[in-house]
């Protein structure tokens, strides 16, 4: 079965800086997903990659699938106190995503202003 | 557009009593998804219904849970006779299509098991 390894397991930056969080498969990647969780509440959608060297960026978070590394990052510009969550990926693992998503154990950011 | 809509958003139940989670897929998607969430654990995949179908249930437990995505109404995840290690955050998601567009979480059903 495929699994996601996540890294860092927890951050903290200071506010205004860059962070790069890790997503690493067991397995090829066909689609890779990365959410924002708040704590206690649902996983809000960031942005899905599907092919190999897409790169997708919304507002000031960025992310890149590396299929041929089974790879994607997450890149945060000049943090801001509202990035401040828990941040998930999860992978398609079947090619048609037919059978949900395998999730990583995700990555605690924290925000220090 | 009304977000996937799951409830309650927290429940108690008391050790031997029913759990029925509620989830209402977002306007078009006729896929859904249940996950699980374990303390210190991340999301794990449980059951995968396309309407009045389960296509896909490799992650639910044998005994005492089942699912159904009936024609009209909301999904729903039964747990029956609960137990404390039930006790997590469940979480629904739909899509329009399978691994098209992005899947879209709702906000999750605690369970607390008592």
């Known amino acids: 079965s495929q699994e996601l390894e996540q890294s860092p397991q927890s951050l903290i930056v200071q506010e205004g800086k860059n962070l790069t969080i890790n997503c690493t498969s067991s397995?090829?990647?066909?689609?890779l997903y990365w959410y924002k969780q708040k704590y206690g509440e649902g996983l809000i959608f960031l942005m899905m990659l599907q092919k190999g060297g897409e790169e997708k960026s919304h507002e000031k978070i960025t992310a890149k699938l590396d299929e041929k590394k089974q790879q994607s990052s997450l890149h945060i510009t000049a943090s801001q106190p509202s990035h401040a969550g828990i941040y998930l990926c999860?992978?398609?693992?079947?090619?048609?995503?037919?059978?949900?998503?395998?999730f990583g154990k995700g990555t605690h950011l924290i925000i220090q202003p | 557009n009304a977000g996937v809509m799951q409830n309650p958003r927290h429940l108690v139940r008391r050790r031997g009593q029913e759990a029925r989670l509620r989830c209402s897929p977002m306007?078009?998607?006729?896929?859904v998804y249940w996950y699980r969430q374990l303390p210190e654990e991340g999301l794990k995949f449980m059951v995968y219904l396309q309407k009045e179908n389960i296509i896909d249930e490799s992650g639910m437990p044998k005994e005492r849970f089942s699912a159904e995505f009936p024609k009209e109404g909301p999904s729903i995840l039964r747990i029956q006779q609960v137990v404390r290690g039930d006790s997590a955050a469940y979480f629904c998601?739909?899509?329009?299509?399978?691994?098209?567009?992005?899947?879209?979480f709702g906000q999750g059903t605690r369970l607390t098991v008592v």
């Open positions: 397995k090829t990647l066909y689609g």
């Open positions: 999860g992978a398609d693992g079947s090619g048609g995503g037919a059978d949900g998503l395998t």
């Open positions: 998601a739909s899509s329009k299509t399978p691994g098209a567009d992005g899947t879209f």
């Open positions: 306007k078009g998607h006729s896929h």
